[in-house]
């Protein structure tokens, strides 16, 4: 049974960072590209950040140069340490596996930042 298990979410004020982690499970975590997403409240969910089964990265605008998204192999996790947060990044946030026709998501961990 695959299982994405995000944590690390909370409130934080404008300015203050937070690290999201995503434990999966039930997939063999080293060849899925992982990626975070998030969705805020009334807007389409929308891409944050990847990463490829290789390790390289890829950011959308809004967050290049704030975010950062790692992996960790041996403990099959992805994270996505979040710096310099403003309110606009307030959204539920959700992890993602991928390879070809294989697609899963995580139940979401909810961020908060307060101006």
């Known amino acids: 049974q695959v299982q994405l298990v995000e944590s690390g979410g909370g409130l934080v004020q404008t300015g203050g960072s937070l690290r999201l982690s995503c434990a999966a499970s039930?997939?063999?975590?080293?060849?899925?590209?992982m990626g975070w997403y998030r969705q805020a409240p009334g807007k389409q969910r929308e891409l944050v950040a990847l990463?490829?089964?290789?390790?390289?990265?890829n950011y959308a605008d809004s967050v290049k140069g704030r975010f950062t998204i790692s992996r960790d192999n041996a403990k099959n996790t992805v994270y996505l340490q979040m710096n310099s947060l403003k309110p606009e990044d307030t959204a539920v946030y959700y992890c993602?596996?991928?390879?070809?026709?294989?697609?899963?998501w995580g139940q979401g961990t909810q961020v908060t930042v307060s101006s």
């Open positions: 990463i490829s089964s290789r390790g390289s990265p």
């Open positions: 039930g997939i063999i975590f080293s060849i899925n590209t």
């Open positions: 993602n596996a991928n390879r070809n026709l294989f697609n899963a």
